[in-house]
């Protein structure tokens, strides 16, 4: 196992598991690479990977209001990147994945047809959990703001010990987490994180879903949960709260 599998693998049980659970698993791999498969060097470390459900159970949503505040108080290439987040629904990382879907196909996964449903504009890609291509979508005005933000040959990145090609000029991953962060305070809101834009984009949908597409909850729930990559639509549920 490779450090680069090893977050994969993180990253999908920080979906399953509580922080505590995902530190101890991180720790005894990391003394196997260590001390066995010397896949790191004695003092090197394998970078914290955040659980999903612990940030469920302690994020708090922003409203459209507050993130066009925090917004007010970034430069451009942070402040876009927040409401590219906002109205994709996009973890801070996915943020350097962003690809036009004609050059970077999503993964084999069910699609409703509901996907979306009520909402216009381009299809991207983002690589998420475990390497799993998804299609987001972009409103043709925001994507219009992003193409003139395309960089001209694709640069190497390196967050959290991963390396990413990105293709556009706007911050991501934890450059970006922290810039938010900083934003929010002088917002001034008491920041949740940037995870805190992926919940609003939760419950944002949830009410279109229901009140202008007529759909049940579940079928909502199901929805929002393949727009937003969650495995299970339970993990969606906790970003509900």
């Known amino acids: 196992m490779t450090p680069e599998q090893t977050m994969t693998y993180l990253e999908i049980r920080g979906q399953e598991v509580n922080q505590s659970t995902l530190n101890m698993e991180r720790q005894a791999i990391q003394a196997m690479m260590q001390y066995v498969t010397g896949k790191l060097k004695p003092k090197q470390t394998l970078p914290v990977i955040k659980s999903e459900i612990e940030q469920t159970l302690k994020s708090r949503a922003y409203t459209s209001e507050q993130v066009k505040m925090i917004r007010s108080h970034q430069i451009e290439r942070n402040a876009l990147a927040t409401e590219i987040a906002h109205t994709a629904g996009l973890r801070a990382h996915e943020l350097l994945t962003l690809r036009p879907a004609n050059e970077q196909p999503m993964s084999e996964r069910p699609v409703l047809n509901t996907k979306w449903a009520g909402r216009e504009g381009h299809i991207y890609t983002v690589a998420g959990k475990g390497g799993l291509v998804r299609e987001v979508l972009i409103p043709c005005e925001l ?24 293709h556009y000029d706007i911050n991501g991953g934890q450059r970006f987490s922290n810039a938010f962060s900083s934003a929010s305070k002088r917002a001034p809101y008491r920041s949740t994180g940037a995870h805190g834009v992926r919940h609003g984009y939760a419950q944002e949908r949830m009410r279109e879903l229901q009140v202008g597409q007529l759909l049940t909850r579940d079928k909502a729930l199901e929805t929002v949960s393949q727009e937003m990559g969650h495995f299970r639509p339970e993990i969606t549920e906790a970003y509900l709260r």
Not at 143 to 166: K, V
């Open 143 to 166: 994507a219009e703001r992003l193409e003139a933000r395309r960089l001209s040959y694709p640069i190497q990145i390196t967050d959290r010990n991963i390396h990413y090609r990105q």
